[in-house]
Nanobody, 116 residues
Framework: QVQLVESGGGLVQTGGSLRLSCAAS????????MNWYRQAPGKQRELVAG???????TYSDSVKGRFTISRDNAKNTVFLQMNAVKPEDTAVYYC??????????WGQGTQVTVSS
């Protein structure tokens, strides 16, 4: 079993920055994809950014150019640097990882609130 612990959420003003972290522990077997999702009230969960073990990254159009995903493979940790945040970025952010067996794991979520 893999446990994911997220941190770094909170309240930030429009235009500000936050850095989310997600550390994986437990029975880890070669994490391939490490992703960040978010879910705003009344909306479906959506992919924000993803990072493969090979170094490729992907972003949703709504955050491209403002958010940066990175990972520290030695520490099984993934980060999300959020810059120039907007009120529409307000959501619960979830860490998600995929291991080489094809198993997905989810974190408990961390609240990000952007005030206008």
């Amino acid at each position: 079993q893999v446990q994911l612990v997220e941190s770094g959420g909170g309240l930030v003003q429009t235009g500000g920055s936050l850095r989310l972290s997600c550390a994986a522990s437990g029975s880890i077997f070669r994490l391939t994809a490490m992703n960040w999702y978010r879910q705003a009230p009344g909306k479906q969960r959506e992919l924000v950014a993803g990072a493969s073990s090979g170094g490729s990254t992907t972003y949703s159009d709504s955050v491209k150019g403002r958010f940066t995903i990175s990972r520290d493979n030695a520490k099984n940790t993934v980060f999300l640097q959020m810059n120039a945040v907007k009120p529409e970025d307000t959501a619960v952010y979830y860490c998600n990882v995929l291991d080489a067996y094809g198993r997905y794991y989810w974190g408990q979520g961390t609240q990000v609130t952007v005030s206008s």
